[in-house]
């Protein structure tokens, strides 16, 4: 007997594989087998972790402790593919052909075993009528049925989750369960219609019954003429598996592409002859810190679990992005190949401000420099509008984007210096950002930067062009690349205030017409790397031989300080945690120190006359030698050392 535990809620899957007991104990134990696998394997794709899984002969069950959402949106469809793979490579009578049931609710372990109401009620619908018939006619290999409860929460909270046709409610009832439930059928076909049998008509009463002989008699020869004919016969049409397709989109409009794609799937059903779901599509988004650099490294095997479904189409904010993507894809040795197909809308980027501060530094059409504004805060640089952020910070710092000249990375952090954590649209404080995601604040009055930046949000097709193409999904990404432009689509996007193609403001009160951006020949990634680095906090730790020189250089670095910057002077007992950069004025004292994220942290030597910073002295050593930086202050040279430590600390 083991130990009581306090309830938990958690999500209750229950299998149970049909048939299972009429096969001899060696399949029995392969079907096991491949059980086993095909749950595991389901639920590791899916990013799914089961807290407990418990044997049940035939079947199991498993608790999982998470979203609703994300297990009935994706792994019934993902159980079915790996069931379909283990049926394609077992012997026919090893085939697995599988009754499941989801319900959520309270259970407990109570010393012995896992106890609660939900638990119970999934093994009621394991049992029940509607669907064992289900798994008797469907040609699929799995059955399901949802609990009410169950099935309200996920669509009452996402209706683009599932689609809601391709599910049926029916009433249940076994044993002490009265109730209704949700029955699907992940990848059924449809079954032959039935025949209906012609009435009778122009008899008052039935033809007498043929002798047995007789009819055995015909049905030999009928056999006999028809045996070629039966081959030739019409089969009746039945539907494929639907296409998986999963869609990677921005967070910032992954909302209305889900909605998108749940009406692209029904369209799909519409318009096929037969009113078959033609379509699966997976909506994810984009929650990793740098996606341009997860599918530049060819969205690694790893990155199922981690980063999600590889994606067939990529939905990003900016082109930049893409560009990023690519330029990793050189030096990788995935072969992924990203084909830009254009913009499906298009955000201008924006600056918010309060209404008071607008009409203060607002010009004629909304226009507004950068110059005229204060404090400021930026979007996630991890972003796509933070990279388009970046470039527009590197074009006002520098005007233009040459991130080579000397003081590319003072001037950068120079505007970084006025980023800051308040919430933007109040008093002083401008919010940087895309116009859908500005006009959204009611507080904010939307006003364009000179030469204003914009979103063009590309439809990115992904191919892995090592593997065989599939003609059929390279199909439903042009339909669904078409479908995106179409004008309900279009519609949808401006409701999410979005520009479309055709440009048109999405509400009132904003700039009309197309925005032209200016040209930018650059780098996104370096741009957005040297902003990161210009605005990121630094402390450096800093030994000087108290000269004049050293005060004074030491006094025009922390002039630049930023409101984040701090200063610590080395010595015993001094705090180095957090060290960003060590600067060595005239002495080679040099601990040895670490990055806060790891790595050694980088050393500045600066030498107070000719020869100082020569291969055989003490601070040349203590900078880090050819690999490192030390500079001297000779006549005229003051000043390029200076840019030269800045860039050193605040450069990428």
Known sequence: MGTPKPAVHRTVLAVDVSAFGGRRPVVQRAVRDGLYASVHGALAECDLAAEHVEDRGDGLFALLDAPKSRVLGRLPHVLAEHLRRHNATCAPAAAIRLRAALTAGSVQHDGNGWVGDDLVLAFRLLDAAPLREASRDSTGVLVLLVSREFFADVVHNDPAVVDRAAFRRVDVAVKEARTEAWLHVPDGRALPPKRHRRPRTGFRRPLPRPRRSAVAVALVLVLLLATDAVAALPVAPTCSDPVQLVVLSSTDKVDVVSRLAVAFERASRKANRLGCKEVDVLVSADRDRDAAEVLGRGWPGTGIAAHGAEPHVWLPDSGFEVARARALLESSTNAVALEDRGPVAHSPLVVGVSREQAGRVGRPDQAVRWHDLGALRFPDPDSGVGMVAAVAAAREALGGVNLAVPDAALRLHGLARRVVDAPGCAGEVAVVGSEAEVTGDRHCQVLYPVDTMVLDHPFVEVRWVKR?????????????????????????????????????????????????PPAVPVDAGRARAAWDAAAAPARIAVADDGSPEAARLLGRLTAEFGPRDSLVRLGPGADTTGVTAVVLLGVPDAPRLARPGGGPVPVVGVGFGGGTCAPSTALYEASGGRYGACYEVVAGAEERVFLGVAARVWGA
């Not at 048109?504 to 197309?514: C, K, N, T």
């Open 468 to 516: 065989p193409p599939n003609e059929r999904r390279r199909r439903v990404v042009d339909r669904f690349l078409e479908w995106m432009r179409a004008p309900t689509a279009q519609h949808a996007l401006r409701g999410a205030r979005l520009r479309g193609l055709d440009w048109v403001a999405p509400g009132p009160g904003l700039r009309a017409g197309r925005v032209d």
